[in-house]
């Protein structure tokens, strides 16, 4: 009997200890600290969190460039330059010229797929009409 009661007597001590140690803990805690420590999985108490980055790489630039010639038509040159690269006839007319006295000049800047299509576009149009014009794309 005086066994159980001494027994009873030790627990009784211990949970007081451990109550008033986890007392102790919480207080020494600041307010952020305590609540990731609640939030978290034990294991997870080291792990470092690091914010994902957005894989956003930006897509490679080409310029889309006339060349000159001797044969081909200013005007037609012009109209090219207004149907497909969606230019205004000054505009237009300045970039015709500066092919004509440089020997190359710049129509657009864009993505693979839509300078190559505007590549295309040129040629066909002037295969059709029979004219010698030139037009490649180089990688910025
Ligand atoms: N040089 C041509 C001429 O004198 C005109 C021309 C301009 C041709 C631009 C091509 O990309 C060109 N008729």
Do not use: W
Not at 17 to 42: H, N, T, V
């Amino acid at each position: 009997m005086a066994l159980l009661t001494a027994r009873a007597v030790l627990l009784v001590y211990l949970i007081g200890r451990i109550f008033s140690f986890a007392q102790r803990c919480d207080g020494d805690m600041a307010g952020d600290q305590k609540k990731e420590f609640l939030s978290r999985p034990e294991d997870d108490r080291d792990l470092v969190v690091e914010e994902a980055r957005p894989v956003t790489k930006k897509p490679p630039l080409f310029r889309v460039l006339l060349l000159n010639d001797d044969y081909t038509p200013m005007e037609f040159v012009v109209e090219v330059l207004e149907l497909i690269f969606g230019m205004d006839r000054p505009k237009a007319t300045r970039i015709m010229l500066e092919v004509h006295t440089q020997g190359r000049g710049v129509c657009g800047v864009f993505t693979c797929e839509i300078a190559e299509t505007k590549v295309a576009r040129v040629c066909a149009f002037a295969d059709q009409h029979q004219h010698p014009l030139l037009c490649t794309l180089e990688e910025i």
